[in-house]
Structure formats: structure tokens, C-alpha cells
T-cell receptor
């Protein structure tokens, strides 16, 4: 079993839809949770960063963490064609020099 | 936001030659830099972690003699793929983190094609 599981998609939605992206994990020691967006042939770009359980909102993006269920989500409201990319979840145990474990990414396509 | 650059953005080389990839943090000091490899439709695979001024720590299965990492300053790390072979063709991405902060900032990646 992988430490982090993420549905690879692809996920196709019409413009304006609400998108829900999810990851599950098995390591209960993970405390820091991140979402990255990666356009084709580019490096990942940090979208959201959260610590422990709870919600965090930034513009059209909302990140949710449920540590009891070992489940994290990223919601995108009013999706735009420019949101079409691969979304990677990532997590780590604690600060300092702990390595980050990435999901395999979900490819999202927003259709105009 | 923090900016990380990589050079070159793409490189084609002959089998058996060595290729050096540079990773620079442009507006912050990176005490830790990471090197990843990404194959098509797969996630990032951590190759090694380097701390400024010390030897890199390689992940299991990554040959340290083949992938030489140097982190000589707080703004520069280099990855040298020695005696490259076609199976080394991949997308190499670096990231940098400043001190105790958790977030990594990624470079744009270097696409390597070994003929």
C-alpha cells in the first residue's frame, strides 16, 4: 500500500463547476499537508499549505484536512480553463528537514 | 513569492556523456535543496536531499556515484548525471526550502533526453 493514494483521473468538468480533489494516506504521523499545481512540463507550484486538521481558504481554493479519517481535499470553486493542470497532494511529518511524500497527482481538465 | 530557477531547461546528450543541472534560489537562502525525478504520468520521486556544506543524502535505489550532487552555497545546488544512458532520460526537478519552513519551492524542471 502506498503511503499516499490519489486518483490519477483524468477529471473533466465544465467551466464554472466546483471541483473536488482528494487524497488518502496511511501514515498517522503526517501533520503538514500541501497541494501543488503542475502544468505540463513545468515544476509544481504551491497552492495551499495547512497544518493538522481543519479548513483553509484562499480565493477560489479551499483545503480540508481530516486527520481522523486520514483524508484531505482540495475544492476549487468557479473552475476556469486555466485551472486545467495536474494537482499533487503532499504531506510531511514535521518541520525541519523531514522529506515530503507526494501523491501521484490528479489530472484536471476544465472544459470551456 | 520565493523563486527557484533551473538551468538548462532542456538538454539532449549522447549516451556516455555527463550532464550538469543547476538549481538556484533567487530571492532566499536555501539551507536544504531536494532533487526529484519525474517520469511521464508519474509523481515526483525524491532522489536526494542536500544541505548546504554537507554531503547529500540519497534515497534508496539512487546511485550516488551516478547522480552527483553538490550544494556549495546557500543559493546553488548542482546535479550531475554521469555517464548518462537512455534510461536516465527524464524530467529532473529541484526544490528549495529555507531553514525551518515547511514549504518547498520548486524549480521549473530540466528535461533530459539521452540518445
Amino acid at each position: 500500500q502506498k503511503e499516499v493514494e490519489q486518483d490519477p483521473g483524468p477529471l473533466s468538468v465544465p467551466e464554472g463547476a466546483i471541483v473536488s480533489l482528494n487524497c488518502t494516506y496511511s501514515n498517522s504521523a503526517f501533520q503538514y499537508f500541501m497541494w501543488y499545481r503542475q502544468y505540463s512540463r513545468k515544476g509544481p507550484e504551491l497552492l495551499m499549505y495547512t497544518y493538522s486538521s481543519g479548513n483553509k481558504e484562499d480565493g477560489r481554493f479551499t483545503a480540508q484536512v481530516d486527520k481522523s479519517s486520514k483524508y484531505i481535499s482540495l475544492f476549487i470553486r468557479d473552475s476556469q480553463p486555466s485551472d486545467s493542470a495536474t494537482y499533487l497532494c503532499a504531506m510531511s511529518e514535521r518541520g525541519g528537514y523531514q522529506k515530503v511524500t507526494f501523491g501521484t497527482g490528479t489530472k484536471l481538465q476544465v472544459i470551456p | 513569492g520565493a523563486v527557484v530557477s533551473q538551468h538548462p531547461s532542456w538538454v539532449i546528450c549522447k549516451s556516455g556523456t555527463s550532464v550538469k543541472i543547476e538549481c538556484r534560489s533567487l530571492d532566499f537562502q536555501a539551507t536544504t535543496m531536494f532533487w526529484y525525478r519525474q517520469f511521464p504520468k508519474q509523481s515526483l520521486m525524491l532522489m536526494a536531499t542536500s544541505n548546504e556544506g554537507s554531503k547529500a543524502t540519497y534515497e534508496q535505489g539512487v546511485e550516488k556515484d551516478k547522480f552527483l550532487i553538490n550544494h556549495a552555497s546557500l543559493t546553488l545546488s548542482t546535479l550531475t548525471v554521469t555517464s548518462a544512458h537512455p534510461e536516465d532520460s527524464s524530467f529532473y526537478i529541484c526544490s528549495a526550502r529555507a531553514g525551518a519552513q515547511e514549504t518547498q519551492y520548486f524549480g521549473p524542471g530540466t528535461r533530459l533526453l539521452v540518445l
